[in-house]
């Protein structure tokens, strides 16, 4: 977390913050709990505060406390960077957002963009970029440019360069995309926000459209929830025939879209499928995963290939 929003101005309630933090590592959210309500006493308007205090009363179990941290947090922070919306629908207060605020999802991996790879690859055994470069590969064709969307670190990267003259990447976080630059093998790399629509994402900057024939989204849909918009993205940016290879989390039977304790978005096959016919993609290929571990659980993922219609 950015160092500004750890720290409150004001020294007594830092201390209590501090010792409140050291309670709740010791397995004492009710303690930690209130001595983070008496920092609040002192500095109201600390959103990262009223966040910490939310965490602790869930864990706590008093989840009507919680929510109301959570309505705090949302409102004393700009642009909801802590995602507390997400979490007041998961806690079944508000409905689920189309969306999360893209300022949270950018502090997110800002913040994370140090330790994502290590954390991810290693310890969860992460290895979609793979699996997805492999159906990629199944078609048998070079591409002349392919544009990897939510390219992050640029996992994706090394596993589809030698299928395509030029590797285009664009993501949310800056900090991702100075990780990706590192690896050396993105012909460009730039910001771009798959949330909004197609003229405002900045995917379209220098006025070029369906330039790509082949379009990759490597685990950035499970960070989007009502997928119509990215989809529009999608088929402007791809030119006729192209190939579409993505990931989803699988939301399983009876329900379209799903928000997981994780706050990310998991989506069923037959919602997918429907948003392809809408936008002129032909399915080809659909195969069942493993994601990433999460503990002792293992998510569970969809990857889909497409071609748009020629």
């Known amino acids: 977390m950015q160092p ?7 020294a007594i309630a830092d201390r209590r913050a501090d010792y409140a933090k050291m309670l709740a590592k010791g397995g004492e959210p009710d303690a930690a709990a209130e001595l983070m ?12 505060g009223w966040y ?9 179990g008093n989840m009507a ?14 642009n909801d960077i802590f995602g507390a919306a997400l979490k007041l629908a998961f806690l079944g207060d508000t409905a689920i957002p189309d969306q999360p605020p893209s300022s949270y999802v950018e502090r997110l991996f800002d913040d994370y963009a140090g330790r994502f790879e290590t954390s991810l690859v290693d310890k969860l055994g992460y290895d ?35 299928m395509t003259d030029r590797l285009e990447g664009f993501d949310l976080s800056q900090n991702m995309l100075t990780k990706a630059v590192e690896k050396r093998v993105y012909d460009h790399l730039a910001q771009a926000d798959l949330s909004l ?18 379009v990759t989204a490597c685990d950035v849909l499970i960070y989007l929830g009502n997928l119509e ?3 529009a993205s999608i088929v402007t940016l791809a030119s006729s025939g192209a190939d579409i290879a993505f990931s989803v989390e699988e939301a399983g039977d009876g329900v379209e879209i799903h928000l997981a304790a994780s706050l990310r978005y ?32 293992t998510i569970s993922g969809i990857l889909f290939l497409a071609r748009k219609a020629g």
């Open 4 to 10: 500004h929003l750890q720290t409150s101005g004001d």
């Open 37 to 48: 309500e008496q920092a609040l006493e002192l500095v109201p308007a600390w959103a990262a």
């Open 52 to 60: 910490r205090l939310a965490t602790y009363r869930e864990r706590a």
């Open 65 to 78: 406390g919680a929510i109301e941290a959570y309505r705090q947090t949302r409102d004393r922070s700009e």
């Open 128 to 162: 979609v970029p793979a699996k997805l470069a492999d159906m990629i590969a199944t078609t048998g064709r070079h591409y002349a440019l392919a544009v990897d969307l939510g390219c992050g670190t640029g996992l994706l990267g090394p596993e589809i360069r030698a």
């Open 197 to 214: 629509a197609p003229e405002e994402t900045g995917l379209f900057a220098d006025g070029l459209q369906h330039r790509a024939d082949l």
């Open 229 to 231: 918009s990215v989809f």
């Open 266 to 297: 998991a989506h069923s096959e037959a919602y997918v499928r429907a948003l392809c016919i809408r936008h002129g993609l032909e399915v080809g290929i659909v195969r069942r995963s493993t994601i990433r571990k999460d503990g002792e659980n």
